[in-house]
């Protein structure tokens, strides 16, 4: 007996809401049973735990400063919308799956240009970076998980199809969907071992709502597999893949665009140029104490720092100047061109650090480099992508501390396409290595770049599916 089969002789799944056989190898068609919409006995649960929880939302609110926009929003009073034939709303919890939707926003256009999509965040943060990406009209808050909300929200948006970007299947939102017939997608679909446990426990209430879904576009195996441990239909899940390697730009720069790159930074062609990115707090006086060490041996050695927040730029700046060096700062070379390099003397400009103030330039600076450090991986911060680093085929060195990119540094692993070190002294051996060795450190950043194209293609296959839905 599966495990789904035991699941609905305990009473954990109730049978009308269980997967309907397959009408074709592609889509079982909807599910049965979406019953009557949203439900009170849900609005009592978070009515009650909002009671029990008020002095930490009161907290969040008055003393951290969350949770405070969006409110009229995050009650359903969204813009009234004209009926759509092919709306498709989008639901990015914060920034990361925010940012994945871009490449998806891309493709949906291109393969169905007539389609209208709109897009709801959680956070504030995502609610930036949703604006900033899809304009003010196209975005607005994730409703409150109340019948009410739920419904005001569904009546003015008015959407032809519903994506959730990685899970966040709410009960009475999923609910409401199926007694109106709007099929649910979760894209790029996860669930970590610790949250599959906990919907185990508590299957009996929210199993519901994974069972409205209409499919699961799993970005693996083992996802799809904790899916189907939980109860989930195995016709309704697909292992699509990870959309977020389609937004990783693998095209080697053009010889001419480094060049230029180089040039204007005031950088030899010559160059042995290292990039610090998005560096952490105590990460850039390890990498200026490695950088002034490796370039006794070689002098053709150049850093560029690019601290991850600039407010810290001040303090990044006195750092730079205590190791003894000199600043270039990005911004002042874009202004100035190579006049910002007069009255600096020779031995002082030749081991100049590059300080980066300017935003969102980190991923083209990354095509003058040869090598790259990820920074947050020193400390216990979980890491910052790797990915676009390692797409443009840079030889990659990352710190311990990777969790939150740790499917992508596991694939980089078995491909031995980056390196790993424990510390700063473990950073200036690996570093040095790759220095007194160019054509080895070229041949790891050709595998890490082969590595995360064998991954792409996510992004296609679920639009596939997705333009299936809207015929």
Not at 288 to 299: N, W
Not at 392 to 415: D, I, Q, R, S, T
Request: aromatic letters at 6%; glycine letters at 8%.
């Amino acid at each position: 007996m599966t495990n789904a089969r035991k699941r609905r002789y305990r009473g954990y799944m109730p049978s009308n809401e269980a997967a309907l056989p397959a009408e074709s190898p592609h889509d079982p068609g909807p599910p049965k049973g979406g019953g009557t919409g949203a439900s009170l006995g849900f609005d009592l649960l978070y009515a009650t735990a909002a009671i029990l929880g008020a002095p930490l939302l009161c907290y969040r609110r008055w003393v951290l400063k969350k949770d405070r926009q969006g409110g009229a929003q995050k009650r359903g009073y969204l813009p009234d919308r004209p009926a759509h034939a092919q709306r498709i709303w989008i639901h990015a919890v914060s920034v990361g799956e925010a940012k994945a939707t871009h490449v998806l926003y891309k493709a949906l256009k291109n393969e169905i240009p007539g389609a209208e999509i709109v897009f709801s965040t959680t956070t504030d943060t995502g609610q930036e970076v949703a604006r900033k990406l899809y304009g003010e009209a196209s975005v607005f808050y994730y409703p409150l998980d109340f019948s009410r909300c739920v419904r005001r929200a569904l009546d003015r948006t008015k959407p032809a199809l519903v994506v959730l970007m990685e899970l966040e299947v709410w009960p009475n939102f999923t609910a409401e969907c199926a007694a109106r017939g709007i099929p649910i997608v979760v894209l790029n679909a996860r669930i970590t071992e610790r949250s599959a446990r906990r919907y185990a426990r508590a299957w009996w209430l929210l199993g519901r709502s994974f069972l409205r879904v209409r499919r699961w576009l799993a970005q693996s195996d083992e996802y799809a597999g904790r899916l189907r441990e939980l109860g989930v239909d195995a016709s309704r899940i697909e292992i699509a893949g990870n959309i977020k390697y389609d937004d990783v730009d693998t095209a080697p720069p053009p010889a001419e665009a480094r060049q230029a790159l180089r040039h204007a930074m005031g950088l030899a062609q010559n160059a042995q140029v290292w990039i610090g990115g998005s560096t952490h707090p105590s990460e850039e006086a390890a990498l200026l104490g490695v950088y002034r060490l490796l370039r006794e041996k070689h002098p053709r050695l150049r850093l560029i720092l690019c601290p991850r927040h600039p407010h810290r730029l001040p303090e990044v700046e006195k750092e730079i100047a205590a190791h003894g060096l000199a600043v270039l700062k990005r911004s002042v070379l874009k202004a100035q061109g190579l006049a910002a390099l007069d009255g600096m003397p020779a031995e002082r400009l030749d081991s100049a650090v590059i300080l980066v103030d300017t935003m969102g330039e980190l991923k083209q600076l990354y095509t003058a480099a040869d090598l790259a450090f990820v920074g947050g991986s020193l400390i216990p911060h979980g890491g910052q992508s790797v990915m676009e680093p390692a797409g443009l085929g840079l030889a990659c060195v990352y710190g311990p501390y990777m969790h939150n990119f740790a499917e992508a540094v596991l694939l980089l692993k078995e491909a031995d396409g980056a390196r790993m070190v424990e510390n700063a002294e473990g950073l200036r051996e690996t570093l040095e290595k790759l220095l007194s060795d160019p054509e080895a450190a070229h041949a790891l950043g050709v595998r890490a770049r082969e590595a995360l194209l064998k991954k792409q293609g996510a992004t296609a296959r679920c639009v596939e599916y997705l333009k299936s839905l809207l015929k």
